[in-house]
């Protein structure tokens, strides 16, 4: 497996979703299936990162992607070192170029980061000889995020993308995780519906390959999937929204509303959830919620992530 993995894959770093083939794509997914199979076992450690070194530098906040990646490493037998910004030169005053410079001289097989400015990875992706993630960067990608709602999809749909319908419901302006859903599902031939207030739509959605919807009951009509988002609470305070009462009532997905998707419609949130705001209780725990198969699959993707970055041969991109 590991000779394969290296003769085909071309990436030193993972930035966002676009830069994959759609062989890629499946080979990723592929060896994230085999490390799912891992995941279930009684002893879930294999050594197959054994001596190499993951640096987690998250300068913005996080608790799933985090811990996921870490768990990830782990797994596999690599080395993982967090750093927050609280606890960097960051802090200081050092620039993100000299942060990064003093962690590679650690010499790190893989580097991922979180950041709150668009840009960020592929800053330290062209400068760094280690392998960069992206594991969030402002308003722009969240590709590991897309990557694990697809395998979440795949182990329902199977390879049977194509002409299906997903709605991705929320705050869409200030989603990476919609941005970087939008360009992975629509590749494999998924029709994507964004439904949101028009002041939570982005500029530009016009030519974006979606249709948009401001109505949730049109929008979750005959839908084979439906992704809410997580409605940030400061933009109600920023008056991007009158009343968080009135946007439950809107854009809340009940019951009643996931009646008017397909009867094996299925339910994705990225967490963390405001239950009774942008998603209801009942439909969380229902049986039609992959919650927490997302979190199962975004260990096994990022172990997968992590493999295929950390073993590569060097040349490409």
């Not at 722009?140 to 002409?163: I, K, M, N």
């Amino acid at each position: 497996m590991q000779n394969e993995t290296r003769s085909l894959w071309p990436h030193k770093d993972l930035l966002d979703v676009d830069q994959l083939s759609k062989d890629e794509l499946l080979h990723l997914l592929d060896t994230a299936a085999q490390f799912h199979e891992i995941n279930r076992r009684p002893v879930k450690k294999v050594p197959t990162l054994k001596g190499k070194s993951v640096i987690l530098f998250f300068a913005e906040p996080s608790t799933r992607t985090k811990t996921s990646f870490d768990v990830a490493g782990k797994r596999l037998s690599a080395d993982t070192f967090s750093l927050a910004k609280s606890g960097s030169s960051l802090q200081k005053g050092e620039s993100l170029k000299d942060t990064a410079l003093t962690l590679e001289a650690m010499n790190p097989d893989v580097l991922v980061i979180r950041h709150s400015s668009s840009g960020a990875a592929r800053f330290l992706a062209d400068r760094l000889a280690c392998g960069v993630v992206n594991a969030g960067d402002g308003w722009h990608a969240h590709p590991t995020q897309a990557l694990l709602d697809c395998y979440s999809l795949r182990q329902v749909w199977g390879d049977t993308f194509e002409g299906r319908t997903l709605c991705i419901l929320g705050d869409i302006a200030h989603s990476r995780v919609a941005r970087s859903n939008v360009k992975l599902l629509t590749s494999l031939g998924v029709r994507v519906r964004l439904c949101a207030p028009r002041t939570l739509l982005p500029a530009g959605v016009g030519n974006w390959p979606v249709e948009v919807f401001t109505d949730l009951d049109a929008a979750v009509r005959d839908a084979d999937a439906v992704m809410c988002l997580r409605l940030q609470l400061e933009r109600q305070q920023a008056g991007l929204l009158p009343d968080l009462r009135e946007y439950s009532n809107r854009y809340c997905l009940t019951p009643r509303r996931l009646e008017l998707a397909k009867p094996e419609a299925r339910v994705l949130h990225p967490g963390p959830m405001n239950r009774g705001l942008e998603i209801a209780s009942s439909i969380a725990d229902a049986p039609a919620s992959l919650v927490l198969d997302q979190v199962a699959a975004g260990v096994a993707t990022r172990m997968a992530i992590l493999f295929l970055l950390a073993t590569r041969t060097d040349g490409g991109r």
